[in-house]
């Protein structure tokens, strides 16, 4: 299985992303996805996840409406959609999936990683 995250770049606050993290050899549709970001000098963090077979999405409160998480099963790829960025949303963003099809806020309970893709967002 591999987890190829793009789309990340530098961007001003206010302004808007979308991550794309395209899977082989793994079904998105049928399993649990989960984005991750990891600010500089800080831990790992959840962003928010997405159940499979149409299961339930669930965000970060940090988040705050501002991005969205989508799945493109005909290119089998996960999207984040981020607006209204903000200079802490400055960070290392993953992708990963699990084997069953179950949402996880907890990053110890994916079984695959991507390799992080860099948002950057300037005030």
Same mark, same amino acid.
């Given at each position: ?6 789309? &990340?770049g530098?961007?001003?606050? $206010? *302004?808007? +992303? ?5 899977? /082989? #050899?793994?079904?998105?549709? @049928? ?16 962003? &928010?996840?997405?159940?499979g077979? $149409? *299961?339930? +999405? ?5 988040? /705050? #409406?501002?991005?969205?998480? @989508?799945r ?5 790829t ?12 400055t ?12 949402? /996880? ?15 950057t967002?300037?005030?």
């Open positions: 299985v591999q987890l190829q995250a793009s789309g &990340g530098l961007v001003q606050a $206010g *302004g808007s +992303l979308r991550l794309s993290c395209a899977a /082989s #050899g793994l079904t998105i549709s @049928s399993s649990g996805m989960g984005w991750f970001r990891q600010p500089p000098g800080k831990e790992r963090e959840f962003v &928010g996840t997405i159940g077979y $149409g *299961g339930a +999405l669930v965000y970060a409160d940090f988040v /705050s #409406g501002r991005f969205t998480i @989508s493109d099963n005909a290119e089998n996960l999207d984040l959609q981020m607006n209204s960025l903000k200079p802490e949303d960070a290392l963003y993953y992708c990963a999936a699990k084997r069953d099809s179950h949402y /996880s806020v907890h990053e110890h309970e994916y079984d695959y990683w991507g390799q992080g893709t860099q948002v967002v300037s005030s």
